[in-house]
């Protein structure tokens, strides 16, 4: 009898702590929304920091993230399924970027670390809808704007409203000495135009 008592016993263990460590993994996932930058860290090695969002089929999302060890920051973005749909990973190295187009409506996941689970340190990661961005600040033509970039990985956006034909000029002046970036979407989500300042 006492052996069947704590066979029991053991067995319910086992279930509270399985049920224990998924509430853990749950609470562990940080949501993010478009055209959000976030800033975390990676504290033990093999780590990997979760987050989520809610995105629809077609859309086109860009994410970035910049790490503060030199090689190897790593993005895994995952479908509401589970099927991992898109992975960067940069080489020699602080920062990675992917653009993936979602197969699907639902709640995707992204996982941030080091791709060898062998570093550890702070990060910064950005999240984007290119096509119908969040957070982004209207900009006429002939206007100018001043703004800053205060997290790793972020980037601020700007929306216009253009006509078929128009040829337009955008110029950017940086605080930072190396490589202040551009980049223009069509309302499609297509990239078409991309410019990087290196060593002005």
Excluded: C
């Excluded at 993010?32 to 086109?60: C, H, N, R, W």
């Excluded at 002939?142 to 800053?148: H, I, P």
């Amino acid at each position: 009898m006492s052996y069947q008592i704590n066979r029991r016993l053991l067995a319910l263990g086992v279930i509270i702590t399985a049920i224990v460590s998924i509430i853990g993994v749950a609470q562990a996932e940080t949501p993010i929304e478009y055209g959000e930058t976030v800033f975390g860290s990676i504290d033990t090695k093999a780590e990997m920091d979760t987050y989520t969002f809610s995105g629809s089929s077609e859309d086109i999302v860009l994410i970035r993230m910049q790490s503060s060890w030199y090689d190897g920051p790593e993005i895994k973005l995952y479908a509401p399924n589970g099927t991992l749909i898109s992975h960067g990973s940069g080489q020699s190295t602080y920062f990675s970027e992917i653009t993936q187009a979602l197969p699907d409506t639902g709640e995707y996941a992204i996982l941030v670390g080091d791709d060898d689970g062998d570093d550890t340190g702070n990060y910064g990661i950005f999240v984007q809808r290119v096509h119908n961005p969040g957070n982004a600040t209207p900009l006429g033509f002939g206007e100018n704007k001043s703004a800053s970039i205060d997290t790793k990985a972020e980037m601020d956006t700007y929306t216009f409203s253009a006509s078929s034909e128009d040829i337009i000029l955008i110029r950017m002046q940086s605080s930072w000495y190396d490589g202040p970036e551009i980049k223009l979407y069509a309302p499609n989500g297509t990239l078409i135009s991309h410019g990087s300042g290196q060593s002005t």
